[in-house]
């Protein structure tokens, strides 16, 4: 059994940081959408984020132009990227586990190239800790690939373990392929969505998780 992290709005504050990103780099295409709508599509991977939303536009748009959306919204992030802290309690539950010697690694759907300044801002380092990023599975959230690597790593099966993010794509990943879904409240989803996508348990955020691992870490281990 391990603990499996998604990365943004579940262990860093960097949810909002993405929308704006998104808004800007949108914008810039001649895309004007209401924040909402971004927001809502958040945890999957750039490429799905983007195909989707234009399908609800009815707007199409090639590779090229796909490629360029989401090199923008990474070069915006990252100018806004100092911004982004650790969730409260985010630290010290990753320390916990290591502690009850529990595996745990992160799955997120961003790339290195973003994904990189939220592990530094975390303290983690992806060449010590277990990262798992977009640019590393064939597909991204809602598709399991991203965890069921990650447990992989960890030495520990993907079926029983926990996936712990902020978005109902993070709990509809973790039904597919058989792992518990805990859900957060730190990305701005409410609980009844993520109740309704599969979540086990939902808390408040990390500090709230590390409240209660009592309900979630085995009292025995082999």
């Known amino acids: 059994m391990a603990f499996l992290f ?25 895309i004007d ?14 490429g799905l984020f983007t195909h989707q939303l234009l399908r609800e ?24 990227a100092e911004e982004v802290v650790p969730l409260p309690g ?8 290591a502690e009850l ?7 997120t759907s961003g790339l290195m190239r973003t994904a990189g300044a ?4 975390l303290g983690v380092d992806p ?13 991204a959230k809602p598709d399991p690939d991203l965890f069921v690597e990650a447990a992989r790593r960890v030495g520990s099966p ?10 109902i794509w993070d709990m509809l990943a973790a039904a597919r392929c058989g792992a518990l879904g805990i859900g957060l409240l730190s990305g701005g989803y409410g609980a009844d969505e993520l109740e309704r996508a599969g979540a086990l348990r939902v808390y408040d955020d990390p500090a709230d998780m590390l409240a209660h691992i009592d309900e979630l870490a085995p009292r025995t281990r082999d």
Request: net charge neutral.
């Open 6 to 30: 998604d990365l943004d709005g579940t262990l860093v504050d960097s949810v909002y940081q993405h929308v704006r990103a998104w808004h800007l780099a949108l914008r810039e295409q001649g």
């Open 33 to 46: 959408l209401s924040v909402w709508r971004i927001h809502r599509k958040i945890g999957m991977s750039g």
């Open 57 to 80: 536009l009815g707007r199409e748009i090639d590779e090229a132009g796909i490629r360029r959306l989401r090199d923008r919204h990474a070069e915006i992030y990252l100018s806004i």
């Open 90 to 97: 985010s630290v010290q539950l990753l320390h916990s586990l």
């Open 101 to 107: 010697e529990l595996p745990w690694a992160i799955a």
């Open 118 to 121: 939220n592990l530094r801002a």
């Open 127 to 139: 060449d010590k800790a277990t990262v798992v990023t977009r640019d590393q599975v064939r597909y």
């Open 158 to 167: 993907i079926v029983g373990s926990y996936v712990i993010g902020d978005s």
